[in-house]
């Protein structure tokens, strides 16, 4: 990893090699990725917390220019 210029990142090898990342940075397939959450989230509860809060935060959004509009007019 010193090679690499990670070691002053912290990045221990150990660590890498327990999520199965120690050569390349690629995931495959989507049990590769969930091997490496924390929290011990599962990836389906994962996605569908990330779909909501994109839709949330995307309705303010609307919401919010909506309201510039009509008070500018």
């Given at each position: 990893?010193?090679a690499l210029g990670m070691a002053?990142?912290?990045l221990?090898?150990s660590?890498?090699?327990?999520l ?9 397939t989507?049990s590769d ?7 011990g989230?599962?990836?389906?509860t994962?996605?569908n ?13 609307v ?11």
């Amino acid at each position: 990893m010193a090679a690499l210029g990670m070691a002053g990142f912290g990045l221990a090898r150990s660590g890498l090699a327990q999520l199965g990342l120690d050569g390349p940075l690629a995931l495959s397939t989507a049990s590769d990725a969930a091997a490496g959450l924390p929290f011990g989230l599962d990836i389906a509860t994962l996605q569908n917390g990330v779909l909501i809060y994109l839709g949330l935060s995307s309705l303010a959004f609307v919401l919010v220019w909506l309201v510039g509009y009509l008070r500018s007019r």
